[in-house]
């Protein structure tokens, strides 16, 4: 009996000694070899948002970097209309001041320097009439040389009108011809006017009037070379 007891204490004792040693090695293994946690691969970088943001602009750099033609432009045809002026000061200026010379070519620039003419030549041809109905107010002079003037006008006008046809015609040698004759004509008004002996408004119209003028030949000219 003592025997089974001593043989049923060392099977119970090694039972225990198993279990001991295999709860140990399980803890044991669970500790030097921790967890590890699953991670997700690192986001690769955008390569989309890195081209965006790298590629520079090449529109806005290609508008930034286009010089304006449209000035240089402009300044060289002016320049070249007024080349043959009398006064090349007062014509450059005259044709910057008007918005119409910004968009037309040379052959418009002489164009416009024909309309010119005209309106001032309409508007000094009205103003004579106005002066002709207060024929009181005038001495026998004066009276007599606006009388004249009118009649030269009337010349100037369709003088202008004329050019304006031939030019539209292309016919550039004949604008010379009609806007030769214009000048002459207000040279006249000028001489009958101051045969009067006194200044008047209409001397400084007919001056401006021989300047438009000259300016339309000068451009004319230009155009007629080109």
């Known amino acids: 009996m003592e025997r ?17 040693t295999l709860a140990l090695h399980t803890t044991g293994g669970l500790n ?20 965006v943001a790298a590629a520079p602009s090449t529109t806005a750099s290609k508008v930034a970097a286009a010089p304006s033609t449209t000035a240089p432009n402009v300044a060289a045809l002016v320049q070249k209309a007024c ?11 005259t ?7 910004q ?4 052959h418009g620039l002489a164009f416009l320097t024909l309309k010119l003419a005209k309106e001032h030549a309409g508007a000094s041809s009205a103003f004579i009439a106005d002066q002709l109905k207060d024929e ?24 202008i009108e004329d050019s304006m046809q031939a030019f539209l015609a292309k016919n550039a040698r004949d ?8 000048i002459a004509a207000t040279r006249t008004c ?24 000259n300016i339309a030949l000068s451009a004319t000219i230009a155009w007629l070379q080109h």
């Open 4 to 20: 089974v007891s001593g043989k049923l204490l060392i099977i119970i004792l090694l039972a225990f000694f198993l279990t001991t």
């Open 32 to 51: 030097s070899r921790p967890t590890q946690q699953w991670q997700a691969p690192a986001a690769a970088p955008s390569i989309t948002t890195s081209k």
């Open 83 to 93: 080349q043959t002026a009398a006064d090349t000061n007062f014509c450059i200026s």
């Open 95 to 101: 044709l910057k001041s008007r918005p119409e010379t």
């Open 103 to 106: 968009t037309v070519d040379l």
């Open 136 to 159: 009181e107010k005038l001495d026998a002079d004066l009276d007599q040389a606006y009388n004249d003037c009118k009649d030269e006008y009337d010349d100037v006008m369709a003088q």
């Open 175 to 182: 604008v010379k011809t009609f806007m030769s004759a214009a």
């Open 190 to 213: 000028q001489q009958s006017v101051k045969t009067g002996g006194e200044a008047t408004p209409l001397d400084e119209r007919n001056e401006m009037l021989l300047k438009l003028c």
